[in-house]
Structures are given as C-alpha cells and as structure tokens.
C-alpha cells in the first residue's frame, strides 16, 4: 500500500510552490502530486491509500498546549489559511467521491494515527504487504522498526531511511519536537505558549536517560511520559485503533475508476487529463 498524508502534501505544495490561494492551481498541484506518486510506486507497493487529520484531536485532551504555537504562527502569517484549508477539504472530499483509493479521516485523529495503525496491521497474520508512506514527518521513521516499511518526502523528493528507529523514537522523545509545541523532557509544559526557552538538554544527559529513565528525577519521568504519549504512534487509542480499521475494511472504491476522467473534464485538469491512466 501506499499511503499518502493528505495534509503534508498539500500543505508543502502551497508553501514550497508559494502558491497563490487559487482553487483550481491548489486542486491541480495536489492531484498532480498524487499522480505522480502512485506512478512511480504502484508496480512495487500497490493502491494508494489517502489518510486525513480529523478534528478534536485526542491529544489535546492528554496535553492542552499541543500544536498551540503552530496556530498562533498561522494567525500572524500573511496568508489566507481559512481559504486555504476549504480549498484543501474540498479536494479532500472530491478525492473521496470520484478517486478509486480509499480515504481515512476519523474524528479525534490525526492521519499520524491512521497511518501508524494500518502499518501495524501490516504485521497481522496473512496481511503482510510492503508499506510507502509518502511523508516528510520523521515521527514516521519509528515505523521503520517493521521490516516492510519505506518512507519518502515530499518536501525532499529523497527517501528517508532510519538504520535504528527505536533509538530514533526515543531520541525524539527526550528532545520533544518543537513543531508540534512539545517541550523536551527537562522543560515544562508551558514553555512554547508563554515564549520561553526550552532548559537545554545535553548530550551527557540523554545518554543518561537513555541508559536510565529514572536517573533525572520523578519531574524529568513524568516528561519522559507526556512526550511518550504524543510521540510514540502506539498510544493511540485503542477505541481510535478500532474506528480506523473499520473504516480500512468497509470501503471499495473499485467503482470509482470510471468517474476520474468525468471528474478532471468537469474541473477543467487539461493537464491531468493526458496521464489520466496513472490515476486509474
């Protein structure tokens, strides 16, 4: 399977492109992207499988300040992001209706969630199938942990290979990720939102805390904890775990291969309409 994170790839269209907030240039650059993904994986790894960010995200309930600062950079941006993300749902919801490739957008998820669950499934007794992940998140690369799994960005165009992705994940942990507003482990929960700077975290002290979580104090275990939660794509919610497999097993989008060409006459995709095969 390929499996395609919606949002990363538009997203890094409009900014990487330095879009204007058009909807049929946004519409073409993302079908384009899809287009030319599957092409050029389809033969090795099979159909694509497109997966979403939902709303309520239950991390939000677990860590209130998650993503807060990404937000507020949105609010001062220059950029018409309320436009842009209709536009974005709208294909989102296109892609659904007219494309032979399933989409997965569950309520309280994000597609991290989606697509760390149906990698896992993966690793079921007779559904063993080579993975794409099409991404540029290295939250992904601890997936890399199960043999059958690649990763390519996006934002790169390269391939991202992890030799030692459990070390990786608990690296990722001890020093937070910063884009998504979590702290690293020696730092309180508030230091993104109220602008102060993170307690820096030294090579000595996490190759302590590698060797031993327990040797900076109760405070630093409990961090080790939150990161854990928000970063590890086996925390999600196993209620979660169970909608998104759901939602993988009931769909057939088969029928669906004869309404692309309808679809990209209708939306005007000249372009698209010549390599219409590689989306069918």
Request: hydrophobic content about 35%; charged content about 30%; some cysteine.
């Amino acid at each position: 399977m390929i499996i395609i994170d919606y949002s990363a790839i538009a997203i890094s269209n409009i900014v990487t492109q330095k879009l204007d907030i058009q909807e049929d240039m946004i519409r073409h650059m993302i079908l384009n992207s899809i287009r030319m993904y599957r092409a050029k994986f389809k033969d090795k790894f099979g159909e694509v499988i497109m997966t979403g960010d939902a709303g309520n995200n239950w991390r939000y309930n677990e860590f209130p300040q998650y993503k807060a600062a990404r937000k507020k950079n949105r609010k001062e941006s220059k950029m018409d992001w309320q436009e842009a993300f209709r536009i974005i749902n709208l294909v989102w919801e296109e892609l659904g209706e007219h494309f032979p490739y399933k989409t997965i957008k569950i309520d309280g998820c994000e597609a991290d969630d989606v697509i760390g669950v149906l990698v896992e499934q993966t690793q079921e007794f007779g559904q063993h199938e080579e993975v794409m992940i099409i991404s540029a998140d290295k939250d992904f690369a601890q997936l890399q942990k199960y043999g059958n799994v690649s990763q390519f960005s996006p934002m790169t165009k390269k391939f991202i290979k992890e030799d030692h992705p459990r070390k990786q994940l608990l690296e990722l942990i001890l020093k937070g990720d910063t884009s998504d507003g979590v702290p690293n482990v020696l730092s309180d929960d508030n230091v993104f939102v109220n602008g102060v700077r993170q307690t820096p975290l030294r090579k000595p002290i996490i190759e302590a805390l590698m060797q031993d979580p327990n040797s900076q104090g109760e405070n630093v275990l409990r961090n080790i904890q939150r990161n854990r939660i928000l970063i590890d794509l086996e925390s999600t919610p196993q209620v979660l775990k169970e909608k998104i497999i759901y939602s993988y097993d009931n769909q057939n989008k088969a029928n669906n291969r004869g309404k692309v060409f309808p679809y990209l006459v209708d939306k005007r995709c000249r372009r698209l309409l010549e390599d219409v095969k590689d989306f069918i």
